[in-house]
């Protein structure tokens, strides 16, 4: 074999890279060659299409740039649209609504009713003629012109209300607001009414316009707790849709835009004023004649009277939403819809607890600035025996109890000393009650003063701000203080508190959100030796045949360990201080073993108190929606007064239990508190009006003076008849300050300035 010599194999290898780059070169030519061909190829043909001058910028360039606006436009359409259709990803989108629920009390009682039953016993053409036209006349009078959206109507409505200054008409289509009732909420942003825009033209190529039509007439919510036009007819007016007049018709026709507003069992001359317009409506529109409409406008409709038929409507918000959340949780090859659902509500609780919040702001509210209140209270279970989520649920159906997020205040303290105990502490433990701070902010107490060295047991009892913050500030070790807040946020959370828990450093004094339902039920975890529970308000669940699909009892959600038992009895010892001697000396019970802590936040915005027994646990809150302050209200005045009341009723016909911690009910030696109490004033404690004179008081008062000074004038000095039995005493012996001192010997009666509680 002939060996190549080195030379010779560098020849060889350098000849074939010769080679490879003249044939890549010759590639990349031919490559250009043939691009330049086909580019001169394509100008020749496109030239053939060339337009200049005038006709260009007439045509060529509108058409071009539009298709360019187009492209854009799709592509943005498509990115909105798609959020909107995946609310109909359930194939069973029709019936996903279609959940009716009949409630019951805890005894079996029925309470009242939940959700749309799709009604097909009355077809559209059995609906009167005269409540289809109103119906059209004043929520779409293009309905069957349009697509789904009324481009007209929606440019009208946005020149009326420009031209008002205000909403004065909507522009929504029937399709809309029937996309808004399958698939949406009533939230008032951009993106619910992009939505509700492409869904209603999705219905529109899905359902034929009388299906349409038929579903809003059945699934609108038309006030009292009632859903379609026919419920609503018997509601108000003891018969069937079919029956209806026109006056009945007008009425019914105008609860679509405000159905809370207009009920006419709620306010029957707004209703009869809204039922107006739907007549105007309907001569506007061509329907109807004047003379027509002239016989319902000199008879308009009577509403029956429902006065004195209070249903719990807040409860029974509360127990659907909670019964639609279950129904999901059920196998998708369950096609059941109708159901009776037992509950864990005591109508007599439930109806005390709405009186007495009723009472307490008739009485007082006016006094403290607040207009609102929220109550829950529940058993040991988490079974909601009463729910009291606003003052009026027809002016309002915003349920307070269960989704208005509020600060707590000192009422979120218990988490904080409650993760102090598993810590180390106890409730004995020394804290010097003095300055601190974390980065710039420095916590101040009440009257910004200092108490020393104090007791975890006097701190709660005082609600002192200092010491939980520097608790905060221990457990969090090498850590930091927000290693200590992390440890107080697992705590609420193992309790029951899903709210979000910002973490900040005033998070222990109760700065964060929380529901006022979650809040209650979580103390139940005290008085459960440490078991924390869920708040729920169905026990029982059967289909309309009777026939039982769930037990809380048996497919509930089982209690589970929290808190070490020794850490709630500890916790419950120091919480029944505040009852008996501390900021809520408000809500002691007679003979009824209790503990709690108030709670008031910043500028008095709001007042809380939350308490337990052996028995049940409850959560009070006062205060106002748009978060104005009150009258300097405290959680020791009217929320303690509200809890006692409310307590009292529950406890009637109940065997009392004891509460781990605490038994039959525990009090300070009566030197415990004398010394840390010595420069401290006692809390205020009385639920009237705030210790403030009026200008218009101290007129009277003085008023009131000259009267007695003109009295003991017309008084012969030295002499007594037998007419001045019963008169006022002369000025000397009437010292208005001296005679309320002598009148409230107990120090604690006697109103000092509220306590950050």
């Not at 039509?213 to 849709?241: E, I, P, Q």
């Not at 309907?282 to 249903?311: C, K, Y």
């Not at 909601?384 to 205040?409: E, T």
């Amino acid at each position: 074999m002939r060996q190549i010599v080195p030379s010779e194999w560098k020849k060889r290898f350098r000849h074939f890279m010769l080679d490879l780059d003249a044939r890549i070169d010759s590639s990349l030519f031919n490559s250009a060659v043939g691009l330049r061909e086909l580019w001169e190829r394509y100008s020749t043909f496109m030239d053939r299409f060339y337009v200049g001058r005038w006709k260009r910028w007439v045509f060529i360039e509108p058409l071009s740039e539009g298709a360019t606006i187009g492209l854009a436009g799709m592509v943005l359409m498509l990115a909105l649209a798609i959020p909107a259709f995946r609310e109909t990803a359930d194939d069973d989108w029709l019936k996903k609504s279609d959940l009716a629920v009949t409630f019951l009390d805890r005894y079996g009682n029925p309470i009242g009713s939940r959700g749309i039953k799709h009604n097909d016993s009355i077809p559209l053409e059995e609906f009167p003629d005269n409540l289809i036209k109103a119906t059209l006349a004043t929520e779409d009078r293009r309905f069957y012109d349009h697509f789904g959206i009324d481009i007209a109507g929606t440019a009208r409505a946005l020149v009326t209300n420009a031209q008002a200054g205000g909403v004065r008409q909507g522009g929504s289509s029937i399709s809309q607001q029937l996309a808004k009732n399958l698939f949406l909420n009533n939230e008032r942003t951009i993106e619910r009414k992009v939505k509700e825009a492409f869904l209603a033209i999705w219905l529109e190529t899905r359902l034929t316009k009388n299906e349409i039509l038929k579903l809003y007439l059945d699934r609108a919510y038309m006030g009292g707790g009632t859903f379609g036009v026919d419920g609503a007819a018997h509601f108000y007016f003891n018969k069937s849709a079919r029956d209806v007049n026109l006056a009945e018709a007008a009425m019914l026709a105008g609860l679509f835009k405000a159905p809370t507003k207009y009920a006419p069992h709620i306010n029957l001359p707004a209703a009869r004023a809204r039922a107006n317009v739907v007549l105007d409506n309907l001569v506007d529109a061509g329907f109807m004649t004047e003379g027509q409409v002239f016989g319902a406008r000199r008879n308009p409709a009577n509403a029956v009277d429902r006065r004195d038929e209070n249903s719990p409507n807040y409860y029974l918000d509360y127990a659907f939403d909670e019964m639609r959340k279950l129904v999901q949780t059920f196998p998708k090859s369950y096609t059941e819809r109708v159901f009776v659902v037992r509950t864990a509500i005591d109508m007599n609780v439930q109806r005390a607890a709405e009186e007495t919040v009723e009472n307490q702001l008739r009485q007082f509210g006016r006094d403290y600035h607040a207009t609102q209140a929220a109550v829950v209270l529940a058993d040991l279970d988490g079974g909601v025996r009463a729910m009291v989520g606003g003052r009026d649920y027809g002016a309002s159906q915003f349920n307070r109890a269960v989704d208005a997020m509020r600060q707590p205040g000192s009422s979120f303290k218990p988490y904080v000393y409650a993760t102090a105990l598993m810590n180390g502490f106890t409730p004995k433990s020394i804290v010097v009650d003095g300055p601190v701070c974390i980065g710039n902010w420095c916590p101040q107490n009440y009257g910004r003063s200092y108490s020393g060295s104090v007791t975890l047991t006097q701190a709660i009892t005082r609600s002192i701000n200092v010491v939980p913050v520097k608790l905060s500030i221990t457990m969090g070790g090498k850590g930091g203080p927000r290693a200590g807040r992390a440890k107080i946020v697992e705590t609420a959370r193992k309790m029951g508190i899903t709210a979000p828990l910002i973490d900040t450093p005033s998070l222990p004094i109760g700065s964060t959100e929380v529901s006022v339902v979650e809040h209650a039920v979580a103390y139940a975890t005290f008085p459960n030796k440490g078991r924390a529970v869920k708040p729920h308000a169905v026990l029982e669940v059967r289909t309309g045949a009777g026939d039982p699909v769930w037990r809380w009892d048996r497919d509930g959600k089982k209690p589970v360990q929290a808190i070490p038992a020794s850490v709630a009895a500890d916790m419950a010892e120091m919480m029944s201080h505040v009852v008996d001697e501390g900021t809520a000396r408000r809500a002691r019970l007679d003979g009824i073993p209790a503990a709690g802590k108030t709670g008031t936040t910043n500028a008095f915005r709001d007042a809380w108190f939350v308490g337990y027994t052996g028995n049940f646990t409850m959560a009070v809150w006062y205060g106002n929606d748009d978060y104005s302050s009150t009258n300097r209200m405290t959680g020791g005045s009217l929320p303690a007064q509200t809890w006692h009341d409310i307590m009292v009723v529950a406890h009637q016909g109940v065997e009392i239990r004891d509460v781990p911690g605490i038994g039959a009910g525990k009090k300070l030696p009566p030197n415990a508190l004398s010394a840390a109490n010595a420069n401290a004033r006692a809390p205020e404690i009385n639920p009237g009006p705030p210790p403030i004179l009026t200008r218009r008081g101290a007129s009277i008062l003085v008023r009131v003076e000259k009267l007695f000074d003109d009295a003991a004038k017309t008084v012969t000095p030295g002499k007594t008849s037998s007419n001045d039995v019963g008169k006022p005493a002369p000025p000397s012996s009437v010292a208005f300050p001296d005679s309320f001192a002598s009148a409230t010997s107990d120090p604690a009666a006697v109103p000092a300035p509220p306590r950050k509680n």
